[in-house]
């Protein structure tokens, strides 16, 4: 008799929950804290709006050119197979180690004790500090219901994500809603819209805005990930990224808009919680209490993805021998990689407890923005080695978004190189690092 066949990953994921992911991976808690970083930075309304249109822009030409390799390669794993298929397998381990266990990691903890910390606003005893005991129990204890929730399956997973996006949606919505609404914004908050002449100063802040903002729109290349437990992926992945990213960007600009529309400029920039004291001032003392749930699901919800999203890259190196051959095993009832799911946990809930996350964290944005670059240069490189492969989906202004795409962010990397050379350092020593596993790994 013939032995069973081994278990393989459902295709459960639909094109509601393929946008879910989009959407709720973007956004996470960026979007309610980083304006007022960025209002330091720029004085003016007009240059605000353009650095989150820029990065936005940026973001959806770098998601027309992964909707191209998703068509192509419609396979779990995303970026690892891209470019494993382009420039070998190396470079997918390299994307694969940064993915898992710096940059997925380091953001579900950072993710877990945001999210503990504005659930202790509710404490009957005062808020709790983000090292306190207290905040470190809830945030590992949320780790451990998402690691149970995605190892349970996929489709239980796509619910969720369904569920927390639509709330942080709908909270974001309304705050924005509200803002235009209440009579409680100035349009003398406005002014100035644009500086009165071009400066270095101007440059530098635009640069160091920039930084915040492609970490607001991180997320993006999740969905991909998930391309083998999609239905009709081909299809679907594609449309994900594209109307997906679209929607956020929308969001982001009108949620700038509000926040400056109801707070002076120097209140924006001094705010350690602007969407939070935008809240308090249009919807009074219940506005903190709907900002606050508004950000526990937001940050929920994008620690959920985090986890359904970032132990595929595992798998996906694993089964192709690049790492432990234990990784790419799935579950023979509940059809999920489990053992990467949970590595991921246990992984993001030591560096809770240990706070090394916060040192990680600052290293994620270098590594990550250079594999993107690199993958977006992938779609280049397989038009040329498979050239009569199927492409449903053909990306919209190649090679001319690719580029601009590619050069955007090798303008980025050498201004945070520039400016940033600790943390970038670093971050490159960190991949450094993995070489020795590798090796192993590839002669065992």
Same mark, same amino acid.
């Given at each position: 008799?013939?032995?069973?066949?081994?278990?393989?990953?459902?295709?459960?994921?639909?094109?509601?929950?393929?946008?879910?992911?989009?959407?709720?991976?973007?956004?996470?808690?960026?979007?309610?804290?980083?304006?007022?970083?960025?209002?330091?930075?720029?004085?003016?309304?007009?240059?605000?709006?353009?650095?989150?249109?820029?990065?936005?822009?940026?973001?959806?030409?770098?998601?027309?050119?992964?909707?191209?390799?998703?068509?192509?390669?419609?396979?779990?794993?995303?970026?690892?197979?891209?470019?494993?298929?382009?420039?070998?397998?190396?470079?997918?381990?390299?994307?694969?180690?940064?993915?898992?266990?710096?940059?997925?990691?380091?953001?579900?903890?950072?993710?877990?004790?945001?999210?503990? %910390?504005? $659930? +202790? &606003?509710?404490?009957?005893?005062?808020? !709790? =500090?983000?090292?306190? #005991?207290? /905040?470190? *129990?809830?945030?590992?204890?949320?780790?451990?219901?998402?690691?149970?929730?995605?190892?349970?399956?996929?489709?239980?997973?796509?619910?969720?994500?369904?569920?927390?996006?639509?709330?942080?949606?709908?909270?974001?919505?309304?705050?924005?809603?509200?803002?235009?609404?209440?009579?409680?914004?100035?349009?003398?908050?406005?002014?100035?819209?644009?500086?009165?002449?071009?400066?270095?100063?101007?440059? %530098?802040? $635009? +640069? &160091?805005?920039?930084?915040?903002?492609? !970490? =607001?729109?991180?997320? #993006?290349? /999740?969905? *991909?990930?998930?391309?083998?437990?999609?239905?009709?992926?081909?299809?679907?992945?594609?449309?994900?990224?594209?109307?997906?990213?679209?929607?956020?960007?929308?969001?982001?600009?009108?949620?700038?808009?509000?926040?400056?529309?109801?707070?002076?400029?120097?209140?924006?920039?001094?705010?350690?919680?602007?969407?939070?004291?935008?809240?308090?001032?249009?919807?009074?003392?219940?506005?903190?209490?709907?900002?606050?749930? +508004?950000?526990?699901?937001?940050?929920?919800?994008?620690?959920?993805?985090?986890?359904?999203?970032?132990?595929?890259?595992?798998?996906?190196?694993?089964?192709?021998?690049?790492?432990?051959?234990?990784?790419?095993?799935?579950?023979?009832?509940?059809?999920?990689?489990?053992?990467?799911?949970?590595?991921?946990?246990?992984?993001?809930?030591?560096?809770?407890?240990?706070?090394?996350?916060?040192?990680?964290?600052?290293?994620?944005?270098?590594?990550?923005?250079?594999?993107?670059?690199?993958?977006?240069?992938?779609?280049?490189?397989?038009?040329?080695?498979?050239?009569?492969?199927?492409?449903?989906?053909?990306?919209?202004?190649?090679?001319?978004?690719?580029?601009?795409?590619?050069?955007?962010?090798?303008?980025?990397?050498?201004?945070?190189?520039?400016?940033?050379?600790?943390?970038?350092?670093?971050?490159?020593?960190?991949?450094?690092?993995?070489?020795?596993?590798?090796?192993?790994?590839?002669?065992?």
């Amino acid at each position: 008799m013939d032995a069973p066949s081994p278990p393989r990953l459902d295709r459960s994921l639909g094109l509601r929950e393929g946008i879910a992911i989009q959407m709720g991976m973007i956004i996470g808690s960026g979007i309610f804290l980083v304006p007022a970083t960025i209002a330091g930075h720029l004085v003016s309304l007009g240059p605000i709006l353009l650095v989150w249109a820029l990065g936005g822009l940026m973001v959806l030409f770098g998601a027309l050119t992964l909707a191209e390799l998703s068509s192509v390669l419609p396979e779990t794993g995303g970026p690892y197979v891209y470019l494993e298929r382009s420039f070998g397998r190396l470079w997918g381990f390299l994307f694969s180690w940064n993915h898992f266990f710096i940059n997925t990691a380091g953001s579900v903890a950072a993710l877990a004790v945001a999210f503990a %910390t504005y $659930l +202790g &606003l509710w404490a009957p005893n005062g808020a !709790w =500090a983000p090292a306190s #005991w207290q /905040t470190r *129990t809830i945030a590992v204890a949320a780790i451990a219901v998402v690691t149970a929730i995605n190892v349970r399956g996929v489709r239980l997973g796509g619910w969720v994500m369904d569920g927390f996006t639509a709330a942080k949606l709908v909270a974001l919505a309304g705050l924005i809603v509200a803002a235009f609404w209440s009579g409680k914004g100035n349009v003398a908050n406005l002014a100035p819209l644009w500086p009165d002449r071009w400066t270095h100063s101007l440059t %530098t802040g $635009l +640069g &160091l805005s920039m930084i915040s903002v492609l !970490w =607001a729109y991180d997320g #993006w290349i /999740t969905v *991909t990930l998930t391309a083998g437990e999609m239905k009709s992926p081909r299809r679907n992945v594609p449309l994900s990224l594209v109307l997906g990213t679209l929607a956020v960007i929308a969001i982001y600009l009108a949620a700038n808009l509000a926040y400056a529309y109801v707070l002076p400029r120097g209140t924006l920039a001094a705010s350690p919680r602007v969407a939070a004291d935008v809240a308090g001032v249009v919807l009074g003392r219940y506005g903190a209490v709907f900002i606050v749930a +508004g950000i526990l699901c937001s940050t929920f919800g994008t620690m959920h993805g985090c986890v359904l999203g970032g132990p595929r890259c595992l798998y996906a190196a694993a089964a192709d021998g690049a790492i432990s051959k234990g990784f790419s095993r799935v579950h023979p009832r509940f059809h999920t990689p489990a053992p990467a799911i949970v590595t991921l946990g246990m992984w993001s809930g030591l560096l809770t407890l240990s706070g090394t996350y916060e040192q990680i964290t600052s290293y994620v944005v270098f590594g990550s923005w250079a594999f993107y670059a690199l993958t977006a240069v992938s779609v280049i490189v397989l038009r040329r080695k498979m050239p009569d492969a199927p492409r449903p989906y053909r990306a919209w202004g190649y090679p001319y978004a690719t580029l601009i795409f590619v050069a955007v962010v090798a303008w980025f990397l050498w201004n945070t190189l520039a400016h940033d050379t600790r943390n970038a350092a670093i971050g490159i020593g960190l991949l450094v690092v993995s070489l020795p596993c590798y090796s192993y790994w590839t002669r065992k």
